[in-house]
């Protein structure tokens, strides 16, 4: 009797709460999904009136089914202990059997007899409840016309500005929103969705191989097509040394160097890249500023508040109030990478991909020359 009743409440969901049937009730359910075939009208009474489900009611029982624990299961699907145990209230009292044995609590909530039934159903409806979104998630990435690309703050350029002009040349009536963030919470965002892309710039010791196979674990990739090798000093345009080709450390020995306070920056010692000569670095300043823009970084050079280090290209619409020159003695080892979707990327993002590729080939062409 209570595997009828069970199979009635399921009725409003479909032929999914159905099609797997297995065990001695199989032939009940065939039989009852035989009679939802012959017509809309088929006891209409046993679910008018019914309220629409809620999937996190299933996802919770079935928490609590995998878990043995309402600790655990709350914790698993970010509910309070207390929510859980309404959730499942609910939707016993939904289904109109009970699923769960609360005697077993101490130890873990076992399955009633009806809960043993209605288990392959609860699995199944939160299965095909997830590839429905993850079908509908693919669905907006073709449909959508606009991209959402991620930034890190840098004072420099690593050439994403060129490559979206020229995507926005070929792709005018896509939109383009840009997100500007940490290294690390780009990477998340790309991952989780939040973001289509991104382009980062890290230190080569940041991105090892175990870094990269991190990355795509979680569903992304990176495709790294800049290498930076050298490091340029912003100085005001009256600046005496403005006007050279490239300095010393040792002419840099009384300025104040000015990092980013707002990503943190990193160490003189990885912008300068000259590991084991700390003893260059000791008459060296740095002041940390909370500048959200280059424009403002800007104003903080042109005033003398101190000199900027840059290990991307020197920005473009700084050049004419800023002058930026080679540091001879330092070897920094960074790379600018654009991160991307593993699987399913949208046709935007593939087509901004083809671009980033087309620049790494363009920077690598400059480079053999």
Not at 239 to 256: D, F, Q, Y
Not at 272 to 298: C, W
Not at 305 to 321: H, M, N, W
Request: with cysteine.
């Amino acid at each position: 009797m209570q595997e009828l009743r069970l199979l009635r409440a399921l009725l409003p969901y479909g032929r999914a709460a159905f099609c797997h049937i297995q065990g001695p009730h199989r032939a009940g359910g065939v039989r009852l999904l035989r009679g939802v075939r012959q017509g809309v009208s088929f006891r209409r009474d046993l679910y008018e009136g019914r309220k629409l489900m809620d999937i996190l009611d299933y996802e919770t029982a079935l928490a609590v089914y995998r878990y043995e624990s309402w600790s655990e299961a709350a914790y698993a699907t970010f509910q309070s202990p207390s929510s859980v145990s309404k959730r499942i209230n609910k939707l016993e009292k939904e289904l109109g059997v009970k699923l769960f044995d609360r005697a077993g609590r101490a130890s873990g909530s076992v399955l009633t007899d009806a809960g043993r039934v209605a288990m392959p159903y609860i699995k199944q409806i939160v299965s095909d409840f997830h590839s429905l979104a993850l079908t509908a998630e693919d669905l907006r990435r073709e449909m959508r016309d606009r991209l959402t690309v991620g930034y890190q703050l840098l004072a420099g350029s690593v050439g994403a500005e060129e490559i979206l002009a020229r995507f926005r040349s070929e792709n005018p009536d896509i939109d383009i929103a840009h997100v500007m963030r940490g290294r690390q919470d780009l990477f998340e965002m790309v991952c989780s969705g939040e973001t289509d892309c991104a382009f980062v710039f890290s230190f080569d010791e940041d991105t090892d191989k175990a870094f990269l196979d991190g990355l795509r674990e979680k569903g992304a990739l990176a495709l790294t097509y800049m290498r930076c090798e050298t490091l340029w000093i912003g100085l005001p345009r009256e600046h005496p040394l403005a006007s050279r080709e490239s300095v010393s450390l040792a002419e840099l020995s009384g300025e104040t160097f000015i990092v980013n306070s707002v990503t943190g920056g990193p160490p003189l010692r990885k912008l300068f890249g000259i590991n084991g000569q700390e003893k260059m670095l000791g008459s060296l300043k740095a002041r940390a500023l909370d500048y959200v823009g280059r424009q403002v970084m800007t104003d903080y050079i042109v005033s003398g508040k101190g000199v900027l280090p840059t290990i991307c290209i020197p920005p473009i619409e700084a050049v004419d109030r800023v002058a930026f020159v080679r540091v001879r003695e330092a070897a920094p080892k960074a790379s600018a990478s654009f991160i991307y979707p593993r699987r399913n990327a949208s046709r935007a993002v593939k087509t901004l991909l083809r671009f980033v590729r087309e620049y790494a080939e363009g920077r690598r062409q400059l480079e053999h020359k």
